[in-house]
């Protein structure tokens, strides 16, 4: 054990940076790395001292630069000698079992492999076995330090993922390597994404039981039990049929990422449990919704069913939340009612703006009937006001019982679905809807997969069961 003259570390036969070691053996493994890190150190300050030779003075942005510019260098230096003592053992292995058939195999020969991490580049060199039973090779190492087959390593792509879901990906790329000093390319970047976004499935992406209920215990406060919103709606999204790289591309077109929003309303503030979307059939829809309400413990809480007019979404909520509250949005509703206004009095006109006020403050009080009468004894001014009418007298029949907005109110229910709306502008809206950007359906729902992990707060799992699986293939690559 101890330091050759090239400064990297011999193999240490015993792993000595844990804790109980720490007073024991650790002691002199701890003054060797030491002393390695201050010769990567003063390679580091080499580089540093440049500056005291130049004429111009470096401003504080400029010499902040300078060293996020060269800091890459010594950090991965650092992380190798840490890696290569941590792992001294499994380094130095001549032999190891197959992780296939358990049979022992031998180390065939050591293969260098580059690193890229937050940190900056460093390199391993780790030994490959051969099985011949299986005839696989394999690099036990790489499952033990979970080391990606990829050159970026998962801190890497963890962070570059996350931002690929807020920004383009040529974006994304540009602007992650100005941040971080690490570079990935768009193209890098969007092949992990696809990766990571098939785990971005319900069942990983909606909180768990047990965080559920933590969120729910949180917003408890005195006798009443706090209301469970349960919010749906559809949002159009461009798609695109897919198509090879430089093909002309089909004709898009939009299609309905039908969704969810559940959320607690609490006193004052709205605590988010989950948001689903996908762009899918609304059966699919309907499995996704139950999947997110067995979850939940329905009788802790009072639970409030938001949508606006269409039947599928009414089926699929009463379905999975029997107790639930039917409301009709207020604010799809009021739509309805300006449309009328517009066509019937003209736009902004005094005559539309008082008809609007007093025609929702009916409904708000629970006077369906009346407007419904009111509307009747209309005279319509043209074909398209008579139509338009129509539509809102059968819309407000329809959901007569979804309305009683003051009712609903004084215990405590939201009236509208501000929540699912501001939720559909966050995850479809604003990166789903750039301008130019036609998604292909599969890869558009991958892209809302991820997103609604990320504003659940269970983007770290999703990103884990993506490394479990890529590292439980990585050992079998023979070239890695
Ligand atoms: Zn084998």
Redesign the pocket.
Known sequence: MGLKGGGRMEPAQVLYFGQHNRFEDGTDERKQFREAMHKELDKFLDQLTGVFEGERRETLAELSDMLTQKRGDFLGACLQHLLEERYSEALNKEESS?P??G?PCRKRRDITKKLQTMQGPCQLKRPWFY?V??G?GFVPVDTEAEISRREKQFDLQKRAIKLSAQLPFACASEEFEDLTGQTMSDHSMHDVFEEVGIHAVPEAVVPSEGEICKRIEQTSTGKWRPVLVVASDAAKLPTRPKAKRNARRGAGRYKDAKGFRIYLAGKGRLVHIASWHQIQPEEQFGADLALAASRIPQERVRIALLGDGADWLWKHMRACFPKGREVLDFYHCSEHVYEVAKVQYGEKSTEALEWVEATLCRLFYGEVGHVIAGLRRMKPKTAQAEELIRKLVAYLKEHRRRINYRALRLGGYPIGSGGIESANKFICHTRMKRSGAWWVKATGNLMLGIRCAIYNGTYDHVFDLYKRSSLSSAGEHRDC
């Open positions: 197959c296939h058939c049979n099985c039973s299986c696989r």
